[in-house]
């Protein structure tokens, strides 16, 4: 027999209110993006309730689940107090950000600058100004005012991957972030390696081998804690034949390493102005990988579509390669933030309308 069930006008707006909230929680199929990313550095301490909120409001909704956090040396390391910034991240602030991205099922990747950016314009990062004897380039002396281009092609410098002691200090700092975010994977940045290769040490050793075995060794160490290595992915394609330049391709002979380093690295391949078609150089290696963007919406709705019908279009071996999208921040934590709750609507590229159009388009299809 047929039921008829009458309900009263308030019931009605219970029952859809419930289907409504069951509707929004749906989480995003995983089939179909399996990695929906967001790429910061550390907030200061003073500014973690106000990213910590910005993780529960905005990223949690929109579905992201993996957050790579660029902590440098941002953070009140133990292990090594002579590298630690004392107005760094402290233990209890790092708990703050791991609690909510816990609660909210989101990856959490701490990330440090190994061989590569350690130095920036006319400043010296912490490791080669505790270590001066670390350094790829030590002739190459910081400018006053920094300029690009310079006599001496400095953009930023390298520690030599071939000291003796360089990997003792860097691995017990990795060790130590890891272990405090309760990470299972590492983001070792090792883009823009422009300086490789140079020193007493490097000078006559193949780039791509250099650049590879240091991959290897980082990812070997990670592996040891059951712990995955994520990097850029620049200095593995080829800058010339690609059409991507020097920047976001390489040209000092480091991109045969694509065949050297071990296929269990994750890939963030990133291209800021253009949809360059690279991602199948990584995917039919073997490699799974991540594109990028960074403040211009147009071209990261046209790479995540690109990265759609890649997965859609390739052989079960190859599909899982092609994992997904990380939107990339450059400008800080507090400015970003700044600039995703003031827009300025006159901007056309900017990080933040690049972050909304890039989710936008991410959740079109769940």
């Given at each position: 027999m047929r039921r008829i069930i009458v309900f009263s006008g308030l019931s009605v707006i219970i029952v859809l209110s419930g289907i409504l909230a069951l509707s929004c929680s749906l989480r995003h199929d995983d089939s179909i993006l399996p990695v929906r990313g967001f790429c910061i550095s550390a907030p200061a301490p003073e500014h973690i309730e106000r990213f910590v909120r910005f993780i529960d409001e905005e990223l949690a909704p929109r579905d992201v689940n993996v957050i790579v956090l660029m902590v440098q040396y941002g953070y009140r390391y133990k292990s090594h107090p002579e590298l630690a910034d004392p107005s760094g991240l402290s233990e209890s602030d790092v708990k703050q950000l791991v609690e909510v991205c816990r609660k909210n099922n989101i990856r959490l990747i701490p990330q440090v600058n190994l061989l590569g950016h350690q130095s920036w314009a006319e400043r010296t990062g912490k490791l080669l100004s505790a270590y001066p004897e670390f350094d790829e380039t030590p002739e190459v002396e910081m400018p006053e005012k920094y300029k690009w281009p310079n006599k001496d092609s400095l953009y930023c410098k390298s520690y030599c991957p071939l000291h003796p002691d360089v990997h003792q200090i860097v691995f017990d700092i990795v060790d130590e972030i890891c272990d405090v975010f309760e990470s299972?994977?590492?983001?070792?940045?090792?883009?823009?390696?422009f300086y490789i290769g140079r020193c007493t040490r490097c000078a006559g050793h193949n780039r791509a081998e250099l650049f590879a075995d240091e991959v290897n060794r980082i990812r070997d160490h990670l592996a040891l804690r059951n712990r995955e290595l994520w990097i850029w992915g620049d200095r593995l394609i080829d800058g010339h034949t690609s059409g991507t330049g020097g920047w976001e391709g390489s040209f000092n002979g480091t991109w045969p390493a694509i065949e050297m380093i071990k296929k269990d690295i994750v890939i963030c391949d990133w291209h800021y102005e253009h949809a360059h078609k690279?991602?199948?150089?990584?995917?039919?290696?073997?490699?799974?990988?991540?594109?990028?963007?960074?403040?211009?919406?147009?071209?990261?709705v046209k790479q995540t579509r690109m990265i759609r019908h890649f997965r859609k279009r390739s052989d079960a071996t190859i599909k899982e390669n092609y994992q997904g999208m990380m939107q990339t921040v450059w400008s800080g934590n507090n400015r970003f933030l700044d600039s995703f709750y003031n827009p300025d609507q006159s901007e056309k590229k900017s990080e933040a309308a690049c972050f909304r159009a890039l989710f936008k388009e991410i959740n079109r299809v769940k």
């Open positions: 299972d994977a590492f983001h070792a940045g090792m883009d823009e390696v690279t991602a199948p150089l990584f995917a039919e290696k073997g490699l799974r990988v991540i594109t990028c963007p960074w403040r211009n919406p147009s071209v990261a």
